[in-house]
């Protein structure tokens, strides 16, 4: 065979691998950002809770994210738990509670008593044992620090931590509670504080839709219970103690694990039938490749220009959102992208979702690494929430996404959120 010919047979070789659709799965990027490394998990995992006061939730939902590591094959990457982190506020008796939860999930479950902390009883062991965590990350062994109570204890330790390993830490959270927002406490911290840090702020969907079956603030009916039975009558010693620690809360409520089911698999839509797959039977969940989509909440960006917190419309994605300050007339955000389970390089449609409600119209433009990207836009002063679509933006890991804005005098806009739908 000539040498000419040995070049069409490969070319008719790739032309036919590619008609398959072999290669598909490596089309939008080879190897997508953490926290896996082919089937291998990389990094640690740090998970920092409350239930020691305003909501029982953590006594069901820490034994269930540990028996969700245990069960994915990850229980050797969780290097530090510290749990009834509310330290205004305590109720002794469900401090008690919270520990019989987790010292039954440490016993049944086979992890080691070393790196648990109670932060009503050793808050300075709690803090300096989270610095440590923090300070061995780096870029093939990140710290995946799950937040299931506000800030506070976390930020002890960040603020200690050295700046240069902080942006190997991310930090994920699902709800206000979380991020440090209550209605009837004074938290001295919240995510505002955390993130200009440099860690990586990772907001999913709140899981209290899939993993929540009735409202706070009441005991659970009969019929809010009813989805959860499966656990009761389970023939497992070990499922039927994670429903006596659920039962024990009077309220059928597991919502915070679903950030565990979420950093084992990428799926931001964990469910009852989910984890009864996973708890009763045993089944190890696929883990999803990509995420088909990321909300990145504009309140979550490192960087904030004459932008500031409002705490004010319910109507805004997990009720926050950023408004101009008053009297400027320029502002812009920015982020550097890096989100796990997504592609090191993909197309994006996205949506910008914004409000204005007075004033001339103020000009919105999209930029990544400092150039615009799609046709910049006008809000239009209607006092309702609106998107703005840009289809088909390239992003890579670590590219800047900015939007900026500009305004004439006595324009208050706002941002909500940047939507991003990977296309296929």
Known sequence: MTQAAGIRLVLAS?????AAGILAPFALAMAPPGPYDGETFRGRIAWSCDGNHNDEDDWAASPVALAIFALAGVKDRLVHFHYNNILPNTNPAWEKEHELSISGAIERYGYSRSIFYDCRRDLDGAVAALIHAINQSSPSNPLYLILAGPMEVPFLAIQKSDPAKRK??????HSRWNDGFARGYRFPYNKRAVIPTGIRWIQIADQNKGLSTGPFGRPHTPEEWAPW????????????????????TKRADCSDAGMAYFLVTGDEAASIDKLREMLEHGVRPQRVRWRPWVRLEAENFLGLENFELEDSHPEASHRLNLKLVSGARTGRIWVPFHEPFTPERARYDVEVRYLQTSGPACEFTLLVNGSPRGTSWHAA?????????????????????????????????????????LKR
């Not at 190997?168 to 959270?173: A, D, K």
């Not at 497992?236 to 024990?248: H, I, T």
């Open 14 to 18: 790739l032309r036919a691998i590619l």
């Open 168 to 173: 190997y830490v991310y930090c994920i959270s």
């Open 229 to 248: 039975l499966w656990m009761r009558d389970s023939k497992g010693d070990n499922v039927r103690f994670l429903w006596e620690r659920m039962w024990a």
């Open 381 to 421: 002063c209607t006092g309702s929430w609106a998107a703005q679509s840009l289809p088909s933006i390239q992003l890579k890991t670590e590219d800047r996404l900015e939007i900026r804005t500009q305004c004439q005098p006595g324009g208050e806009p706002r941002l909500d959120y940047v939507h991003l739908t």
